[in-house]
């Protein structure tokens, strides 16, 4: 499914990451877990295309597919989702107008027909329902004045209507109370299917307790040092991340 090789990537000359090598495929849920400023923001913002990083060297495929040489827009397209560690705020733009214009976008980049007004309501009033978000949030600017875990729970929401193909979730775990963490990794499991897979960053095993990964990679000085299965996880919470801060990748 995705398929990244020796990236190198820095930002106004500082190097974050560092020659990356990962894979995730179809199906898998792979967790990422690693140090504050190991560079998984990075990378996350890298596989979605966000400007501003300058990428030296690597290549990120997807399913074949060259993702560096594509705009985030057709990133978006052809499937891929980031979940954003911090959404953003986006006053003037109502969340059902912006859930809308992202879909169809979407819908359209494939050669789709749009959703008409009453499918979309359909489509957004069942995805809200199981993930509990209060309609009347619905009726409000994207995220603007949404609390932590509000913004979080809307980021499944796109993520439930979008059906994207490869997800990447950033610490999506932060910030949400104990329901809501049931609540979304039930929304997250539930997307689980062949033909999707998920890159999940957090920094607990608590929410792998309820998203069980296929793989875990730590991730280091920009660069994934280690890969075990779930178990690896636990492991890093007795031990903490001390043997994975010097030295290079095994
Ligand atoms: N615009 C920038 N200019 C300079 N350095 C940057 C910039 N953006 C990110 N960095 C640096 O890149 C490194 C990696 O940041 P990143 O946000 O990817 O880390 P992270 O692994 O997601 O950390 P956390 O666990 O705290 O979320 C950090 O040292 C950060 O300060
Ligand atoms: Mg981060």
């Known amino acids: 499914m995705l398929e990244i090789k020796n990236l190198v990537v820095q930002i106004e000359d500082n190097r974050i990451l560092n020659g990356l090598?990962?894979?995730?495929n179809d199906g898998e849920v792979a967790?990422?877990?690693g140090p504050n400023g190991s560079g998984k923001s990075?990378?996350?913002?890298?596989?979605?295309?966000?400007e501003d990083y300058e990428v030296l060297d690597g290549e990120i495929l997807l399913d074949g597919q060259n993702v560096l040489e594509m705009a985030a827009d057709e990133r978006a397209a052809?499937?891929?989702?980031?979940?954003?560690?911090?959404?953003l705020e986006i006053p003037g733009v109502g969340t059902m107008t912006f859930l809308k214009a992202c879909l169809n976008a979407q819908r359209k980049a494939r050669g789709e027909a749009e959703l008409t007004?009453?499918?979309?309501?359909?489509?957004?009033n069942g995805a809200a329902d199981k993930l509990e978000i209060n309609k009347e949030m619905l009726k409000?600017?994207?995220n603007v004045g949404f609390s932590g875990g509000e913004k979080k729970r809307m980021e499944i929401l796109q993520m439930a209507l979008l059906q994207?193909?490869?997800?990447?979730?950033?610490?999506?775990?932060?910030?949400?109370?104990?329901?809501?963490l049931r609540i979304v990794s039930e929304g997250v499991n539930a997307l689980r299917a062949q033909g999707r897979s998920f890159l999940v960053i957090t920094h607990y095993q608590r929410l792998l307790n309820h998203?069980?990964?296929?793989?875990?990679?730590?991730?280091?000085?920009?660069?994934?040092?280690?890969?075990?299965?779930?178990?690896?996880?636990?492991?890093?919470e007795a031990s903490g991340y001390a043997e994975y801060r010097t030295g290079e990748a095994a």
């Open 31 to 33: 967790a990422i877990m």
């Open 140 to 142: 409000r600017a994207l």
């Open 42 to 50: 990075t990378l996350s913002y890298v596989i979605a295309g966000k």
């Open 78 to 87: 052809a499937g891929i989702f980031l979940a954003f560690q911090y959404p």
């Open 164 to 180: 994207p193909k490869f997800c990447v979730l950033d610490e999506t775990d932060s910030g949400l109370d104990i329901d809501a």
């Open 21 to 24: 090598n990962l894979t995730v």
């Open 117 to 124: 007004t009453p499918e979309f309501i359909r489509a957004v």
């Open 211 to 236: 998203i069980v990964p296929d793989t875990v990679h730590v991730m280091s000085k920009g660069q994934i040092m280690k890969t075990g299965g779930k178990d690896l996880a636990l492991e890093l």
